[in-house]
């Protein structure tokens, strides 16, 4: 199972950055109060917004599977290439679990040897980006073996509208208006909004975004496990690695409950030693990507500008992503020597399997010999240990976050982990980590300078503040 080792977050190794060890023994009231949001917790799951709680359960994950099992049978065999069209966290999470659990080259390998289609998931609305990959699928089966998976549980979100619509038409005329919905299925709200209008009108295959799961907390739902049933990653592994995570987090004592003692350190750290950075940097490419997914989460969920009560708090933490070894050669220098603003959350992958490479002996220069005959995994684990005690020499708090290895059992585990330690920081903080109300700006923003109805007052406000007539150079 997964573990974390925090030591290092400590002020035995980090001297006055790091927490007491005793502020997180049992009786303290770091340990009173994880005990009275785990048991708040425990009544809550599975009510309003926690509703993702149940997901890896039945009967909710009975259901879900169930109907994704049924509508990937049903595209099986036919699909050359799957397009994901979605943004945050409708993207975030098929792209983490496509990166973590199935081979680098997945889109590079011929039909015989590739687990599903290749998967390509369009997060954005740059042109260029959405061309590009439409004229590949083009060239490499066709429209007709592309299948579109479009994920929006209203159908107005600006970015993800608009990528339909281009679908809609190129397969409308490439295939003929009859024909085209049998190339989309879509991810949306079961009984109303924008999309199910569209998708009852035009009988497309969907798949529901399930009621009080939020964006961020999604991906094992359909919104995640779709795509990823597609390309061959087991589903029930995922999610029986979250429930035995989730479980684990139903304990009162803090020091067996890991998204307590996880949320305990960051807060702490952020808020006591002024810790307001959190980077993650996992030693393991194919983890890198779940980064993306944890700043999303991290960061909606923790920054706001008020608490519950309705005070200016202006609270949250930057997360930060790196890659080990790669960021040793291009961040770290900050991260020791710069501002002490930051606490660490190594990621290290115990055992590669069969993946693992032996470096060769023979070459016979002196100054290689040391690594002749050892594994680059044991080369990796050492940069992380270095980079671990490189941190401690620099009184940087660091904690290592460890697989045993990296499959669907291990990465559910990883996502529970942290969605629940969200839960436990907004209680911490006072906030609701649910809602989102600074991302709609942006959006009615765009309503207005896009001249939907209703949004004309907007277009005016953006362009008095912003259309400048000096300070250009």
């Known amino acids: 199972m997964l573990t974390i080792a925090y030591a290092n977050c400590l002020s035995e ?8 060890p005793d502020s997180l023994a049992p009786g303290s009231p770091a340990a009173e109060r994880a005990a009275e949001l785990t048991t708040s917790l425990n009544e809550t799951k599975g009510t309003g917004w926690e509703r993702w709680r149940d997901l890896p359960f039945d009967p909710a994950r009975s259901a879900h599977v169930e109907a994704v099992r049924a509508i990937a049978k049903k595209c099986e065999g036919r699909f050359d290439n799957m397009i994901v069209l979605g943004i945050g966290g409708s993207a975030l999470g098929n792209i983490a679990l496509q990166s973590a659990l199935n081979p680098p080259t997945h889109n590079l390998l011929d039909g015989a040897h590739r687990n599903g289609p290749r998967l390509f998931v369009i997060d954005n609305v740059d042109p260029a980006y959405l061309g590009s990959t439409l004229d590949f699928c083009k060239a490499n089966g066709g429209l007709e073996r592309t299948l579109f998976n479009v994920v929006s549980k209203s159908g107005e979100t600006a970015e993800t509208a ?15 208006e009859e024909k085209h919905g049998a190339n989309i299925v879509a991810v949306t709200d079961p009984e109303k909004g924008t999309m199910r209008t569209i998708c009852d009108a035009n009988g497309y295959d969907t798949l529901p975004v399930p009621e009080g799961v939020g964006g961020r907390f999604s991906v094992l739902s359909p919104v995640g496990l779709f795509s ?11 999610l029986d690695g979250a429930a035995a995570m989730d479980l684990r987090c139903r304990e009162t004592e803090l020091a067996k409950n890991p998204a307590a003692m996880l949320a305990t350190l960051l807060v702490r750290l952020g808020e006591e030693k002024s810790k307001v950075n959190h980077v993650m940097m996992p030693y393991c490419n194919r983890l890198y990507l ?8 991290w960061a909606e969920s923790l920054g706001k500008k008020h608490c519950k009560i309705g005070s200016e708090v202006y609270t949250g933490y930057t997360p930060i992503k790196a890659l ?3 960021d040793q050669h291009s961040q770290v220098q900050l991260y020791r020597e710069g501002p002490n603003d930051k606490a660490f959350a190594l990621v290290e992958v115990e055992d590669f399997g069969d993946a693992d490479l032996t470096i060769p002996t023979g070459l016979g220069i002196e100054a290689t010999g040391y690594l002749e005959g050892k594994t680059m995994s044991g080369l990796l684990n050492a940069e ?4 671990a005690y490189a941190l401690v020499e620099s009184q940087r708090p660091n904690m290592t976050i460890r697989f045993p290895k990296v499959d669907a059992h291990h990465v559910g585990e990883f996502i529970a982990l942290w969605e629940i330690a969200t839960s436990y920081a907004g209680l911490m903080l006072n906030i609701d980590a649910y809602d989102q109300p600074a991302v709609e700006t942006g959006k009615v923003a765009t309503f207005g300078l896009m001249g939907r109805a209703g949004f004309e007052d907007w277009k005016t406000k953006v362009d008095q503040t912003l259309t400048a007539t000096k300070f250009t150079v």
Request: contains cysteine.
């Open 13 to 20: 190794r980090v001297g006055s950055h790091g927490l007491e």
């Open 162 to 176: 608009s990528q339909f619509m281009v679908i809609r038409k190129l397969l409308i005329d490439a295939l003929g």
């Open 228 to 238: 990823a049933a597609m390309c061959g990653i087991g589903l029930d592994a995922l």
């Open 290 to 297: 779940m980064a993306d997914w944890y700043r999303q989460l």
């Open 324 to 326: 080990g070894t790669t």
């Open 384 to 387: 992380l240990r270095a980079t």
